[in-house]
C-alpha cells in the first residue's frame, strides 16, 4: 500500500482495486480517436501517410498514445479503495507523483446508491458507489469497482450496526456480578468489553 498501513486493531474488510475492463476501455477510446485523425487527415490530405511530415505525425500520435495509457494505467493501477469497520479510505492517485487520500467514518455515511452508466458496465458488472455524507457535507465516489451491489451490501450493513450501536448510547444494560446482584451500567459506542479487577477489588468493566 505504499507505506499506507492500518491500526493493529482496526479489521480491514476488503481493499477494492479498478475493474479490470477499465484498461481494456481506456485502451479501445485512444485507439479509435487515432483511428478517426487518420481518417479525418485522409479526407482534407489523401495520401498524407506517404510524406515525409506524414510519417512523423504518426509517429508522434503513437508516442503521445503510449504516454497517455501509461499514465491512465498507473493511476488507475495506484487506485484503492479500503473499507474497514470503522471508515471508508479512498486513495486516489490523481496525479503521476500526487495521491489523495479521502477518510470519512461509516457512521457519518447518509446513504450509498450504485450507478451504472453505459454498455460495458451492464457487460462487466461494473460502476460507481456513491456515497453522500450526512449533513450535506458532500460525497465519495467508488469509480469502476467490480459488483458495486456486493460492496454496497457490506458497507450498508456495517452502518446499520454502528447506527444500531449508536442508537444505545446513554441506556444502560445489566452487568451479573460475582456476588449475583445485578448492577446497571451506561452503554457508550459498544456495549461489550474485557472484564477486569481494579485496586479495590471492585467489578468493573471497560466498554
Known amino acids: 500500500m505504499f507505506n499506507f498501513s492500518l491500526p493493529q486493531d482496526e479489521e480491514l474488510i476488503a481493499v477494492i482495486k479498478c475493474h479490470w475492463s477499465s ?5 479501445l477510446k ?27 505525425s504518426v509517429l508522434v500520435l503513437v508516442l503521445l498514445a503510449f504516454v497517455y495509457l501509461l499514465v491512465s494505467f498507473w493511476k488507475r493501477f495506484l487506485t484503492s479503495y479500503i473499507i474497514t469497520k ?74 446499520k450496526k454502528i447506527t444500531d450501536i449508536l442508537g444505545k448510547k446513554g441506556q444502560t444494560c445489566n452487568v451479573i456480578l460475582k456476588d449475583s446482584k445485578a448492577e446497571k451500567i451506561p452503554l457508550k459506542y459498544t456495549y461489550y468489553g474485557d472484564k477486569k479487577e481494579n485496586k479495590d477489588h471492585k467489578n468493573t468493566y471497560k466498554l
Open 23 to 27: 484498461y481494456l476501455i481506456v485502451t
Open 30 to 56: 485512444v485507439f479509435f480517436i487515432e483511428i478517426a485523425l487518420g481518417l479525418l487527415l485522409a479526407l482534407i490530405y489523401p495520401f498524407w501517410w506517404e510524406e515525409k511530415w506524414g510519417r512523423i
Open 86 to 159: 470503522q471508515r471508508l479510505i479512498d486513495i486516489t492517485q490523481e496525479k503521476i507523483f500526487r495521491r489523495e487520500m479521502t477518510e470519512i467514518k461509516i457512521e457519518d455515511i447518509e446513504k450509498t446508491v450504485v450507478k451504472k452508466t453505459g454498455f460495458f458496465d451492464k457487460i462487466f458488472q461494473k460502476g460507481r458507489i456513491v456515497l453522500q455524507l450526512k449533513n450535506e457535507e458532500g460525497l465519495l465516489v467508488f469509480y469502476e469497482v467490480k459488483s458495486p451491489e456486493k460492496i454496497q451490501e457490506i458497507i450498508e450493513e456495517m452502518r
